[in-house]
């Protein structure tokens, strides 16, 4: 059965779409049975707002970079038809999935339901308690290289989100985690292949073998088992 995952991350003008925060970077990027494919999904969006200060700190896009972006809504079906019905890997899917949800309202569209994501950050936290689970510690952790991320940007953060998820689930291909580790029994057939099967050497003594032994048992002085 095939497996379509979409590793998803948004870039935003602050943290809370009920106070009138908006999306302004969306980035996706598809694996098919935990493969990346090479199809991504990229925007910058125009939130139709200010940029507070704080966030393009963060970020580093800027109100002027994206006063010529298109809006959400100028976006919204290419998105949904990118996602599909796949399972969306987020790092931290609540926050992520709260922006969505509130665009795709503000458009009468159908929200995503929280079941559809994987939250790489509570994976994280099942497998290293108490440690670090941001994606710059985790990507620390796994000997990522995340020396390009001197900004949070949606598209690097989808691409180091990838390849975390895929060692949280144990590799590249977790299915293949014990197959490796089987051994195999020989089959009639191999051993036939290899050769001719040889027979069985004789283990019983021959009558020179048994003289020899004699000869050589005669030569012991007082043996224990000769004691009464």
């Not at 970077?25 to 910058?44: C, D, Q, W």
């Not at 972006?69 to 100028?74: G, I, L, N, T």
């Not at 990838?162 to 195999?184: F, S, W």
Request: charged share 25%; net charge negative; with cysteine.
């Amino acid at each position: 059965m095939t497996l379509r995952e979409i590793v998803l991350d948004t870039e935003t003008t602050g943290l809370d779409p009920a106070v009138g925060h908006r999306i302004v970077e969306v980035a996706g990027l598809e694996m098919i049975n935990h493969l990346p494919t090479g199809k991504s999904f990229h925007r910058y969006i125009n939130p139709q707002r200010d940029m507070p200060e704080g966030a393009e700190r963060i970020h580093g896009l800027s109100e002027s970079f994206l006063a010529d972006k298109p809006v959400f809504a100028e976006i919204a079906q290419d998105l949904t038809t990118f996602l599909g019905d796949a399972t969306l890997i987020i790092h931290n899917a609540a926050f992520d999935m709260a922006f969505f949800n509130a665009e795709f309202s503000l458009l009468g569209l159908p929200i995503l339901p929280p079941e559809r994501a994987r939250d790489t950050v509570e994976m994280a936290r099942k497998r290293f308690p108490s440690a670090q689970a941001s994606l710059d510690a985790l990507c620390r952790r796994f000997g990522i290289d995340n020396s390009a991320r001197t900004y949070h940007g949606a598209l690097l953060d989808c691409e180091l989100l990838a390849e975390v998820y895929l060692q949280l689930i144990g590799g590249r291909q977790p299915q293949l985690t014990l197959a490796g580790a089987r051994k195999q029994e020989p089959s009639i057939e191999g051993i036939g292949s290899a050769g001719a099967v040889q027979p069985a050497r004789p283990h019983r003594a021959t009558p020179e073998e048994l003289e020899a032994h004699a000869a050589m048992l005669a030569k012991l002085t007082d043996p224990l088992w000769q004691r009464n």
